[in-house]
């Protein structure tokens, strides 16, 4: 086998594991229940010792952070659409929108959904008020985008910066800033996720139906 993917359901290695059944490469998963605490375990800090998921383990080595794990299998598997080549006229912009998503987006739904476990709970109101802004920020960003018309967030070609937005459109779904409430995100999201491989991708998690 070639790569083995530690996943929780819905988590930030959704969007690892759906390019991992883009690219149609041999890979294994096993299940680290969040819910249950199972990034705690012992086992599993020894491959992860942030007692994060995603875990992904290449020829026997484990590496984390799923943005990292992205570039990775693409520059592994070169030719695979799924990010402009190097050279491409599109490069320079897709850099700064997945760092934009790395760095701007993903930070802001942490605080969200661990404003009260990561940091001290009285103040975490204040931090998911924050969090709030700046996730809907992105989202005015992402709509305007997406006004010219264009399929996906970089034009015509779907690729790792889609996969990304849309695990994170998703995590958005019961926070007052969900991403369904933006009319071209909406159209957006329908279109991507009736790709086959997201449905294949929701299957293997045990995911449902989104949006609804
Ligand atoms: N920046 C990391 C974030 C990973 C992360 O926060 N994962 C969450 C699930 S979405 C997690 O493992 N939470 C369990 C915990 O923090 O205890 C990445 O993109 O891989």
């Known amino acids: 086998m070639l790569y083995t993917l530690f996943y929780s359901p819905g988590a930030a290695s959704m969007a690892v594991h759906w390019m991992l059944i883009?690219?149609?490469?041999?890979f294994e998963t096993v299940l680290v229940d969040i819910d249950q605490s199972q990034q705690r375990n012992p086992d599993y800090l020894r491959l992860n010792p942030?007692?994060?998921v995603p875990t992904l383990v290449i020829d026997g080595a484990p590496y984390g952070e799923s943005v990292a794990l992205m570039?990775?299998?693409?520059?592994?598997?070169?030719?695979?659409g799924l990010v402009p080549e190097p050279n491409s006229p599109k490069r320079a912009e897709w850099l700064q929108l997945t760092l934009y998503i790395a760095n701007t987006l993903m930070p802001a739904m942490r605080d969200w959904l661990y404003a009260a476990k990561d940091g001290n709970p009285d103040g975490a109101a204040a931090v998911k008020a924050l969090a709030q802004k700046r996730i809907s920020l992105v989202w005015d960003d992402f709509e305007a985008r997406l006004e010219d018309g264009r399929p996906y967030?970089?034009?015509?070609?779907?690729g790792v910066v889609d996969m990304l937005a849309i695990m994170l459109m998703?995590?958005?779904?019961?926070?007052?800033?969900?991403?369904?409430?933006?009319?071209?995100?909406?159209?957006?999201?329908d279109q991507v996720c009736a790709r086959s491989s997201f449905g294949d991708l929701c299957d293997r998690e045990g995911l449902p139906a989104w949006p609804a």
Do not use: D, K
Request: charged share 25%; hydrophobic share 40%; proline share 9%.
């Open 50 to 52: 942030s007692g994060r």
């Open 153 to 158: 967030l970089m034009g015509n070609t779907f």
């Open 170 to 189: 998703r995590w958005s779904r019961n926070m007052p800033c969900n991403a369904i409430e933006w009319p071209r995100l909406r159209a957006y999201i």
């Open 22 to 26: 883009e690219l149609e490469v041999p």
């Open 71 to 80: 570039l990775l299998l693409a520059e592994r598997h070169p030719g695979s």
